[in-house]
């Protein structure tokens, strides 16, 4: 991801920083996740990173990128191509926040990392939650009228909400916090039915 000519380019050390930057961020959490802790780690000089990345915030998105991916792909797993929509959907509501349990607090805070564009609120877990909506009006399983970023971004808040406290307060226990999930969900999967 190093600048060349004003173009972005892939190399090793790029991924290198990255995958440093993951193993701190998940493991330690974001205020361990420095440029300094970083370039002493890898040896190398500030502008080894500041060639590469804007700033910290720009990494610790590339680590939320790679967080939600490997949530994403965990849930996914669990899909299957036979049931319906609502079931598959319910279903991958329920393995990425178990998954995001079962990791850690900080693991936590980067699924729920995200940026403001104009096109509304960014995050990978959101982007795809769109797209299988999506999937689901094509196939005619949720009404046409269905706004997918608007329902996305309704079920990821209350995911990312409700995990958020369960990380936050040991007394909360997981099954609460699944029920109380999965009757948001239900909400709003009523609302999107044919």
Do not use: H
Not at 52 to 62: G, H, L, P, T, Y
Not at 64 to 79: F, G, V
Not at 126 to 142: F, N, P, S, T, Y
Not at 179 to 186: Q, R
């Amino acid at each position: 991801m190093a600048f060349s000519k004003g173009k972005r380019i892939e190399d090793e050390t790029s991924k290198r920083i990255v995958d440093l930057a993951v193993n701190i961020g998940c493991r330690e959490g974001a205020d361990a996740l420095t440029v300094t802790r970083l370039c002493r780690e890898l040896n190398c000089d500030r502008r080894v990173i500041y060639n590469r990345f804007r700033d910290i915030d720009e990494i610790n998105f590339v680590v939320a990128q790679r967080c939600n991916e490997e949530l994403m792909a965990k849930a996914k797993a669990d899909l299957n191509p036979q049931a319906s929509f609502y079931e598959n959907f319910m279903t991958l509501i329920r393995a990425a926040f178990t998954y995001i349990y079962e990791k850690n607090s900080y693991f936590q805070y980067y699924t729920a990392l995200y940026k403001v564009t104009d096109a509304g609120v960014q995050n990978k877990i959101l982007q795809e939650l769109a797209v299988l909506i999506d999937e689901g009006k094509a196939v005619g399983d949720v009404r046409s009228d269905t706004d997918s970023y608007e329902a996305a971004q309704n079920v990821w808040i209350i995911m990312t909400g409700i995990g958020g406290i369960l990380a936050a307060n040991v007394n909360y226990k997981y099954q609460d916090g699944l029920d109380t999930l999965l009757y948001g969900i239900e909400a709003i999967a009523s609302y999107m039915r044919t």
